[in-house]
């Protein structure tokens, strides 16, 4: 019975994906800026494509929007971390959070300077190109090691609606997320 139970839990969506210690991610996001690329709509809203981007990254968390003003466009956030926080012995000190689009961390001591920390994670507000890639971040689970290819926009939207990524991972605060157009993900 055990057994069963702890198979279900395994196969649960939400469940944490365990890691030994050592980098799972080690190099930073790849970046090109774009200029005048062509902007496209997608629905009601109006996509303008700011950069390439790609990241090889562990998942440190995910968090499922329904009702903000954004969650049509972009229904889930991934909270990533590449380099040392994608090292399970460097993420066990750090006790790291989601909510109202925000990604958030704490550390009684952290267990690598914050700079690094702030540099090497990132909130990311997922933007599914088609249905397929809809699907696939609704699989994506916290340790989870992903894959994603696409772009880093800027969106206007009804109402006077207006969101853009970020294009840095050296900020923090309001306006450091980066919103990406996901025309790939892969869970490896």
């Known amino acids: 019975m055990l057994r069963v139970f702890l198979l279900l839990l395994l196969l649960v969506p939400g469940c944490v994906r365990e890691h030994p210690p050592g980098v799972l991610a080690a190099d930073p996001p790849v970046q090109a800026n774009l200029s005048r690329q ?74 690598i300077p914050q700079g690094e920390i702030v540099s090497s994670s990132a909130n990311m507000h997922m933007v599914p190109s088609d249905d397929l890639v809809r699907r696939a971040l609704g699989r994506v689970r916290e340790g989870d090691i992903v894959r994603i290819v696409g772009k880093l926009v800027e969106v206007a939207g009804p109402e006077g609606f207006r969101w853009k990524s970020s294009l840095t991972r050296a900020d923090a605060g309001d306006g450091a997320c980066e919103l990406v157009w996901v025309e790939d993900l892969e869970i490896l």
């Open 38 to 111: 062509s902007a496209f709509d997608h629905g009601d809203y109006r996509i303008q494509p700011l950069a390439t981007f790609e990241i090889t990254a562990r998942v440190l968390g995910k968090e499922r929007y329904w009702f903000d003003r954004g969650a049509e466009l972009s229904p889930y956030d991934l909270a990533l971390g590449w380099g040392r926080m994608s090292d399970s012995a460097v993420i066990s000190g750090i006790s790291i959070s989601q909510s109202w689009r925000w990604y958030r961390w704490r550390a009684r001591t952290p267990p």
